[in-house]
C-alpha cells in the first residue's frame, strides 16, 4: 500500500520510523540512525549500503512488504550488478527508493560499525567505529565569478554530501590537492580523520579509491615489541611482526633504563632514537611483507609501561626512578606519527597512545583494562599482565583498583643460572615424576618430550640450551609438588630427597634437569639462586595483588585473568602451587593472551573505545605499592610456596603438596612445612 | 565611607560597578571586564597590573574618594618597590584591595590591548591583542596518592588560575616540562598561544620569564622580502631586515616563476626552498641584530600574493597561470613555522598567513584591507598597492571591490633601458625645467640635486648608475609636462622641441638625462621604448581601477591612496600627469607607505585583527580583470598621457598639460595632442 509517509523497519537493529516516500533507503537509515555504511557518500559507486528488502507479512513489526515496496532496480544498480555482481535480492540503498511500509535487513557486511566475532579463542571481538575513514565527494569546478580555494569548495562538499564541518589540511595533501582534484575530474576520495578539534584530511586519491585503510597496533614492551597490521573497517589482522626492544643494550629492565638515562647525558635521546628507529623498521617491513601501500597506514594505537611510553615521546624517564613518580603526562594524546619516528607509513598517520593509570602502571595496563573490561564484570576478577613488571587490576562493575609491582625478569628467565629467552631450544615444559623424582621435559620449537623416542634428533644439533620463563616455573612448582623443595623454598640434598639429581652446590643444592656428560651439551639445573629469584618475583606479584584484595576488602576473588604474552604459556595450576595467584578454582583463572595488545587493537579500530578507556582510567583507583606499609609484610608472607599463612584450598583439594622441610638449622618459620617434615 | 559593597569606577574605560569590599583591584577589574594586564595572575610578580587610585571628590563619577580607599601598601609592594621601583602613587593591582568607594586609573602600560599610537606618519597605531602571551602558573606538586601527570596539574593550574580550558602540549615543550617545574619551585610561565582549538603551549620557562615575546611581520613581495621584528605587547618595531627574494634568479616576474614551475619538473619545489631558506637566514640574522633570543619569537604573520603564498607553502603555483586561477586554498591559516622553514625561531613558533582575496588578489591585498581598513571610510576611497602586479581596492562603508592588474615590472625599473632597482647611484628624482628643457636629478642616497655645487663629488666615484622606479615616472611626467612628449607618449626630435637632448636613435627619438661624455660614465637617457613600457604599465593599472570603478558606477573618487614600498616614493603629481591614478585633487592623494606591512603587522599582534581581515575578505567583491570585455578598452583608452578620453580637471587646473602632438604621420587618434599642434 502506497502511503506519503511509508513506515520502515529495520533489521537486525529494529529502529523504526516513517520517512517521506522516494526517501532512499540510505537516507532513511541515517535520519533513523541506523548503521548503514557508505564511502561513496550515495553515488553508486562503492556498495558498501547494500541492503536486502524483505517480502510479505511481518506480524512482529505489525506490516505487510509489497513487491514494489522500493523503486525498480535502477541503472545504476544494474551497471553496478554487471561490473562486480550483486547477490540475489540484495539493493543498493542509496539507490532504492522506499515507496511503501517495508522492512529493510541490514547484512554485516553493510554495518559500519560491525561487531567482528574472531575464531582464536584470545582474539576478542573488536567493535570497529575507526578515527579515520574514507569519504568520495564531488568538487565543484572554480568559477572565475566566484573565486575561492580548491580547499574550501572541497570542505564544502564535505558539509554538503557528508554533514562534515570544514576539515584541516595539511601542507603535505594541499600541495597535491589541485592535482587530485583535477586527475579525478573534481571526484575524490580523502582519508579524513576525527580529530578532537575537528576533521582533518589526512590523504587524498584522485576518483574512487576503495582499498581499506589499515592501522598499526603497538605493544611496546621492555623486552619485545610486537605490531599488528589492522584492517580499519574489519578489526581483521592482516599481519603480525615483532622485534626485541633495541634498548635492551641500554639496561636490561625497567629501572637499569632510568639509570642510564640518570647517569649518561643524552642517554635518554639515545634510547628514543633506538626505539624509534625498530618501529619504523618494522613498520615498514609489515607493510612490504603484507603488500601493503604504506600510505593506507593511517592509524597507529601504541601501549607500553610509563618508561617505555615517556623514552618514545622522547621524555627523560627519570622521575619515573624516584617517588613520587611522576608522569610527565598521564592522559591518553593523539600525535602525528611522523613526530614518534613512524616515517614509513603514510606522511600524516596519527599515532594514539593510550592513557596511563600511574606512575607505575602504564598504557599497558591501561589496554588490558580495555581488553579484558573488568568494569563490566559481575565477577570480582584479578587481571595479572605478568613481565618484567607486573601490572595488576582488581575489580567488578562497582569498582577497579590498579597497582604495579616490580616483579623483576626472573618469570622472562633471566637471573636464573640455565635461563634464557623464550626461544627454540629452550625447555618451556616440565614434569618431575613424584615418586622417582626424574624429570622429562619439552622445548620450544619440538613437539616431543624429553624421553620420547627420537628427541634428541628432533630437537637438533644446537640441542637444549636453557629454560625459559614458563619453564623454570613448571620446574620449580614441580619440584615442590614432587617434594625435591620445601615450603620455604629450599632444595633437599640427595639424603632428604632420595634423588641423586640433587647435587650440593656450595652450601645449597641443586637439581639437575638434564645432564650435560649425557646429552653432549651443558648441564641444565635449578639452583638455589634460581628458586630465590623466582620466590623475589612472585611474592612481589602476589603482594600487590594482595594489596589490592585489602583496598578492596577481601579475601577471595571469583576469577584469575593471566594477560601478557608470558601469561599465556603460565601452566595456572604450576602458578598456584608457586602462590604466584591467589587460590581459586583451577576452572576460574583464564589465559588472555596478549591483552595489551588486543587492547590497543581494540583502541586502534574505534574512537569509541578510545573514550571509554579515557573515562574507565579516570575512574580507576590507583594503589601505589611503593608507599604502601603493608606490601612488605605480605610480601615477606607470600615467599614461602605457596604461602606462609593464606590457606590455598582449592589447590590443597586438586594438588595436595608433600610436606616436607629441608631446613637443618631449625630456626625457620614457614609454618607446616617446618612443623610436619615428611620426606619421600 | 566603608561600605559592604564599595563602588568602584575605572578610567579611561568608565567602566563601573560594585564589589564586595576586600577584593583586589585586579579582581574587580576582571569582574568588570576592564583591561588590566597581568603575566603573574595576581602574584605581585609581574608588576604589569600596576594602577593609580583617584583621591577626592569625583562629581562626575558621583562619589567621593577616602585617603583608606584601598588596602595599605603591603609587604609584596614594599618589596617590589624596594627591589625595582614603582612610581609614586601607583599600587598593583593584584595586591592592593577595594575597601571603599573608589576610581582607579589604568595607566596606558597596564593595558593589555592597548592601543599604540607611533609618530612617524605611515606607521599606524596598532592595538595589541596577541595570539601567543606569557601566563605564570603555580602547579601543584605531584602526589602519590593521587597519581597524575605534571602537564594534566599544569592544565589544572591553568584553568584554576587563568579560567582557561586544556591546553595541548607539543612533544618539543612536554620533554621539557618536568626540568622546569622542578627548577621553577612548581612556578613556571608558559608561553600559550589561542589557537583555534583551544590553548597550545609553545614553551615553558622555570619560575617568572619576563622578556617579551615577539613576532615576525613578513612581506613577502616578488622583488624584496621584508621582516620586521615586532614585540608582541606593544605592537613596537624592534628592528627591521629585508633581502631580495631568491627566487627573481628562476624568473623576474610572477607568470615567469610560474612558467619554470610548468618547465621545470621540480621547479616549484626549487623556488620554495629558496624562498624558505632566505626568510630563515633573515630571521636568524635579525634575532641576532637585535640581541632578542631566538626562542622568544613566537608568532609570525605573513603576506604575500597568491603565487608567493603558494611557493612559501610548497604549493605548485601552475594553476595561478591559467585561467580559472584556482588558489589551491584562499582562506587565512595557522601553521607552525617550522613547517615553512623557519626553523630558526622558536621552534613551535606559529605562522599565520593573512587570507587570499582572488587568484590574483592575494594576502598583500588583504594586508592593506587591513591596514586602510576602506570598509570603515565614508569617502570612496580608492587604494593601489603598485609592484609587479598591482592590487587595487576602491571602497566606503557600504561595499568594497578588489581586483589585481598585470602592470609589470616596468614600475620597479625592469623592462627600462637604463633602468635600475632603487640602490644607490640611482636617479630618483628629476625636475625638467619647462623653458630649456633642461633636466637636474637626485640620486638616492645622495642629498644634493645634480646641478647643486659637489653633486659629482657627493656621488662618488660610482658615479650615476641607472634610474629606478620613481625616477622614470617622474622624467616621463615631467617630459610631458615640458612638452618634450606628447598626449600619446611621443617623444619629440630637436627640431620638434628645440632641445638637443632630443636624439634620434633609430626611428624614434630618445631624451638625454645624462651625458656620458660629460660625466665620465655612461649616457643616461629616456627612450621611446622606455616610455611605451611606462605606458604599458600604467594603462594597467588605470584599467583595473577603472573597471572597479565602472562596477561602483562612479565616475570619480573621493580619495587616492598609494600603497606598497614604492608608492611611498611616487610624486602625486608625476602620477596623475601619467594618468596612474584618477583625477583627484593632488591633497587626496595619499602615500600609505609599506601598508602590507604594517597589515601583517597588525596582524601579528591582534588575533582580533585576524578574525576582522578574515571576515572582511569574504565580503569584499571579486572583480577579475581578465575575463572583463571592458578591461582591454579601459587598457587602450588608458594609453594616452594622462588619457584619451577621461577628463582630467584637477590635473588640468595645477598643471595645464602643453598640448603637442608629434606624430608626423597624421594617422594618430589621441586627441586635442594631434588636433591643436603647438611646439615650444
Not at 516513517?18 to 553508486?44: F, I, N
Not at 506480524?59 to 547477490?87: F, I, M
Not at 559500519?112 to 578515527?131: M, N, W
Request: with cysteine; hydrophobic share 40%.
Amino acid at each position: 500500500m502506497t502511503r506519503e509517509m511509508p513506515r520502515v523497519v529495520f533489521t537486525p537493529s529494529g529502529k523504526r520510523g516513517q520517512v517521506p516516500a522516494g526517501t532512499t533507503v540510505l537516507e532513511a537509515a541515517r535520519q533513523l540512525g541506523v548503521d548503514l555504511d557508505s564511502v561513496c557518500g550515495g553515488r553508486g559507486i562503492c556498495s558498501k549500503c547494500q541492503i536486502s528488502p524483505g517480502r510479505g507479512a511481518f506480524p512482529k513489526h505489525g506490516l505487510t512488504v509489497a513487491e514494489d515496496a522500493l523503486s525498480p532496480v535502477n541503472d545504476v544498480e544494474r551497471r553496478y550488478d554487471e561490473k562486480r555482481g550483486l547477490a540475489p535480492g540484495r539493493r543498493l540503498g542509496c539507490q532504492a527508493r522506499i515507496l511503501a511500509d517495508v522492512v529493510i535487513d541490514v547484512p554485516p557486511e553493510s554495518q559500519l560499525h560491525r561487531q567482528v566475532v574472531r575464531k582464536a579463542a584470545e582474539v576478542r571481538a573488536v567493535a570497529t567505529d575507526p578515527a579515520t575513514r574514507l569519504c568520495l565527494v564531488e568538487v565543484a569546478e572554480p568559477d572565475l565569478h566566484a573565486p575561492s580555494g580548491d580547499l574550501q569548495r572541497l570542505n564544502a562538499a564535505l558539509a554538503d554530501q557528508w554533514g562534515l564541518p570544514p576539515a584541516a589540511c595539511p601542507l603535505s595533501v594541499l600541495s597535491r590537492l589541485q592535482p587530485a582534484l583535477r586527475k579525478g575530474g573534481w571526484t575524490v576520495t580523502v582519508a579524513l580523520h576525527r580529530g578532537v578539534s575537528g576533521p582533518e584530511i589526512l590523504d587524498i586519491w584522485p576518483g574512487f579509491f576503495e582499498a581499506p585503510l589499515c592501522g598499526l597496533a603497538i605493544d611496546l614492551g621492555s623486552t619485545t615489541i610486537a605490531l599488528h597490521l589492522t584492517d580499519l573497517g574489519t578489526g581483521d589482522v592482516i599481519a603480525s611482526s615483532g622485534a626485541m626492544n633495541p634498548q635492551i643494550r641500554f639496561g636490561e629492565d625497567l629501572m637499569s633504563r632510568v639509570s642510564y638515562a640518570m647517569m649518561n647525558p643524552g642517554g635518554a635521546a639515545e634510547m628514543t632514537a633506538a626505539v624509534r628507529a625498530t618501529l619504523d623498521g618494522l613498520a615498514a617491513g609489515i607493510a612490504a611483507e603484507a603488500g601493503v601501500d604504506p600510505r593506507r597506514i593511517v592509524e597507529a594505537a601504541l601501549v607500553g609501561n610509563p618508561v617505555m611510553h615517556h623514552l618514545l615521546l622522547g621524555i627523560d624517564p627519570v622521575e619515573l626512578g624516584q617517588a613520587p613518580f611522576a608522569l610527565a603526562t598521564s592522559e591518553a594524546a593523539t600525535l602525528p606519527a611522523a613526530a614518534l619516528g613512524l616515517g614509513s607509513i603514510n606522511p600524516e598517520a596519527r599515532a594514539y597512545l593510550l592513557p596511563l593509570i600511574a606512575g607505575h602502571v602504564g598504557a599497558d595496563a591501561a589496554a588490558v583494562a580495555l581488553s579484558e573490561a573488568p568494569e563490566t564484570s559481575d565477577d570480582l576478577t584479578l587481571i595479572v599482565d605478568v613481565g618484567t613488571n607486573a601490572e595488576i587490576l582488581l575489580g567488578d562493575r562497582t569498582r577497579v583498583l590498579a597497582c604495579s609491582s616490580p616483579t623483576g625478569p626472573a618469570f622472562e628467565g633471566a637471573q636464573i643460572s640455565a635461563g634464557q629467552r623464550a626461544a627454540p631450544g629452550a625447555i618451556e615444559r616440565v614434569r618431575i615424576d613424584p615418586e622417582t623424582k626424574e624429570p622429562r621435559f619439552r622445548v620450544i620449537g619440538c613437539e616431543l618430550w624429553s624421553d620420547d623416542p627420537g628427541f634428541a634428533a628432533a630437537v637438533g644439533p644446537a640441542g637444549v640450551t636453557g629454560i625459559c620463563g614458563s619453564g623454570i616455573i613448571e620446574a620449580v612448582a614441580e619440584m615442590r609438588m614432587a617434594g625435591l623443595v620445601d615450603g620455604s623454598g629450599l632444595i633437599g640434598s640427595a639424603a632428604q630427597t632420595g634423588s641423586d639429581r640433587c647435587r650440593p652446590e656450595g652450601r645449597t643444592q641443586s637439581y639437575l634437569l638434564l645432564d650435560g656428560a649425557a646429552s653432549g651439551g651443558r648441564d641444565i639445573a635449578v639452583t638455589q639462586g634460581d628458586i630465590r629469584a623466582i620466590q623475589l618475583a612472585k611474592s612481589a606479584l602476589y603482594a600487590g595483588a594482595r594489596l589490592l584484595m585489602d583496598r578492596r576488602g577481601v579475601d577471595r576473588v571469583d576469577r584469575v585473568v593471566l594477560a601478557g604474552a608470558f601469561g599465556a604459556h603460565i601452566s595456572p595450576l604450576h602458578a598456584m602451587v608457586l602462590g604466584m595467584i591467589p587460590d581459586v578454582p583451577l576452572d576460574r583463572v583464564r589465559s588472555a593472551g596478549n591483552a595489551a595488545g588486543t587492547g590497543a587493537r581494540i583502541a586502534l579500530c574505534s574512537v569509541a573505545a578510545r573514550r571509554l578507556i579515557e573515562e574507565n582510567v579516570r575512574r580507576i583507583e590507583k594503589v601505589e605499592t611503593a608507599i604502601e606499609p603493608r606490601f612488605q609484610d605480605h610480601f615477606v608472607a607470600a615467599n614461602a610456596l605457596p604461602h606462609a599463612s593464606d590457606p590455598f584450598p582449592e589447590l590443597a583439594r586438586i594438588a595436595p603438596l608433600p610436606r616436607v622441610d629441608f631446613n637443618t638449622g631449625g630456626s625457620r618459620g614457614e609454618g607446616e612445612g617446618r612443623r610436619r617434615r615428611r620426606p619421600r
